[in-house]
């Protein structure tokens, strides 16, 4: 979907160059008036351009929202000291019953659990992958994060590749305090003090700017009188 979209982005700005180019080449010429029939075919594929980006918008939202869903029972734990001889279930198991005080079964709780990303490093362990076999005890897990507090372990969830750009732009223009997320959604509090839900980057540009925070004065201090003043 990608490279479609970067073929059709190309083509897009060929067209846009190349009719330019005719239109500065016809004001150079003896009748500068652009025929009517070149502005006809203009607005035409203008719209039909409009009109398919509007459609492979849609059809890329629908493929993102189905991927987030196939996402659902997944999270990421991050921080988890890393061993190459480790079973990784059996650590998010430790995890979860001795840091969350969650009664867990590794073998009835956990379908998939593997480290992601690439070479493991000692001072950053990888993260963990864990998809539970039912949705209900992943949101128990993630509803207890806040346990975690102070150990340098975390847990977020694993978003589209889409919906984590979007969030890491959101946290970026107003503020991390301000934009979490939830069961694949991201949540932004407004500079209007309202909670706005988005999955898109268009959704995030409609939010507009965040409120500026206006720059305190320097405090004038008032200068003490001298001695001689005071008997005046």
Not at 61 to 73: A, G, H, P, Q, Y
Not at 166 to 171: I, T
Not at 199 to 218: M, W
């Amino acid at each position: 979907m990608e490279s479609l979209r970067g073929t059709f982005a190309e083509m897009s700005a060929q067209f846009h160059d190349r009719m330019a180019r005719f239109e500065a080449e016809q004001q150079n010429s003896a009748s500068p008036s652009l025929p009517p029939e070149y502005l006809a075919f203009k607005k035409f594929t203008l719209e039909s351009l409009r009109c398919i980006q509007q459609q492979m918008d849609s059809f890329t939202d629908e493929l993102d929202s189905v991927e987030m869903r196939s996402r659902r029972k997944i999270l990421l734990i991050h921080g988890v000291p890393e061993n190459t001889s480790e079973d990784t279930a059996s650590v998010v198991a430790n995890v979860i019953h001795q840091k969350l005080s969650l009664p867990t079964n590794t073998a009835l709780d956990i379908r998939r659990c593997h480290r992601v990303g690439g070479r493991a490093h000692k001072s950053k362990p990888r993260p963990i992958l864990v998809k539970m076999k039912d949705a209900d005890i992943r949101d128990k897990v993630w509803y207890s994060k806040t346990k975690l507090k102070g150990s340098g372990i975390t847990v977020s969830e694993f978003l589209t590749k889409i919906r984590h750009q979007v969030f890491v732009a959101a946290r970026d223009k107003f503020g991390v305090a301000n934009c979490w997320t939830k069961r694949g959604d991201i949540y932004v509090l407004g500079s209007d003090g309202v909670r706005h839900r988005i999955v898109s980057h268009s959704q995030l540009r409609a939010l507009g700017e965040p409120a500026a925070v206006p720059e305190r004065s320097a405090a004038v201090v008032p200068k003490k009188k001298t001695r001689g003043a005071a008997k005046k």
